[in-house]
């Protein structure tokens, strides 16, 4: 079965740069949801989307912004990267409608970001 | 503001026996789903079991069972019959039915010894 992908799954970026972190849906899923994970953490929300608009702010960094375009793919963008950014970050995905609260997240493999 | 609670950093069980890892949380809702997941050495994220609220069943998938306690805001996981694959981080997950925010507890650390 097809599962969440998301691109890149390795970077490295110096302080103060930006970064773009994709993430693509399981097919039929217009709910999606980025997560960020500290090293020995939990993973913490930071936003979701549903049908291209956002649903649900979290702990997001006004420095990080993010979308879901029309083809349901989603991206965050990270600015003025601090070293306490590196982390994994994740994108689930679940189906919306009347389901999108009560469906299940399936989480893609992750992108762990490094910050030099 | 809904917390989760996992109170046993680590744990460890030998190869084919039980082992169960706890999970309270607290909050003030009545409608909301429980989760287990799992992430191995490859940090992937993987759903082991779901427990809706207003459901008095114990959810079951396979080797894997939960003692739901709603009273109690308890959500154990058992896992039945250990295998070294069951080696991993297990996340209990706590999300409001009406919003899409998920809090994670800290994690419980699961050793199987061969």
């Known amino acids: 079965a097809a599962g969440v992908i998301q691109s890149p799954r390795h970077l490295i970026k110096e302080k103060r740069e930006t970064a773009t972190l994709k993430c693509y849906p399981i097919?039929?899923?217009?709910?999606v949801y980025w997560y960020q994970q500290g090293p020995g953490q939990d993973p913490q929300f930071l936003i979701s989307f549903y049908e291209k608009m956002q649903s649900d702010k979290g702990s997001i960094p006004d420095r990080f912004s993010a979308q879901q375009f029309s083809d349901y793919h989603s991206e965050l963008n990270m600015s003025s990267l601090e070293l306490g950014d590196s982390a994994l970050y994740f994108c689930?995905?679940?189906?919306?409608?009347?389901?999108?609260?009560?469906?299940?997240?399936?989480f893609g493999p992750g992108t762990r970001l490094t910050v030099l | 503001a809904q917390t989760v609670t996992q109170s046993q950093p680590e744990m460890s069980v030998q190869e084919a026996e039980t082992v169960t890892l706890s999970c309270t949380y607290d909050t003030s809702e009545s409608d909301y789903y429980l989760f287990w997941y799992k992430q191995p050495p490859s940090r992937q994220m993987i759903l082991v079991i779901r427990?809706?609220?207003?459901?008095?069943q114990n959810a079951t998938e396979n080797r894997f069972s939960v003692n739901f306690q709603k009273a109690a805001k308890s959500f154990s996981l058992k896992i039945s019959d250990s295998q070294l694959g069951d080696a991993a981080m297990y996340f209990c997950?706590?999300?409001?039915?009406?919003?899409?925010?998920?809090?994670f507890g800290a994690g419980t650390r699961l050793t199987v010894k061969p």
């Open positions: 097919p039929r899923h217009d709910t």
């Open positions: 997950a706590y999300r409001s039915g009406d919003n899409n925010d998920m809090r």
């Open positions: 689930a995905s679940s189906l919306g409608g009347a389901q999108r609260f009560t469906d299940t997240q399936y």
């Open positions: 427990q809706e609220a207003y459901k008095q």
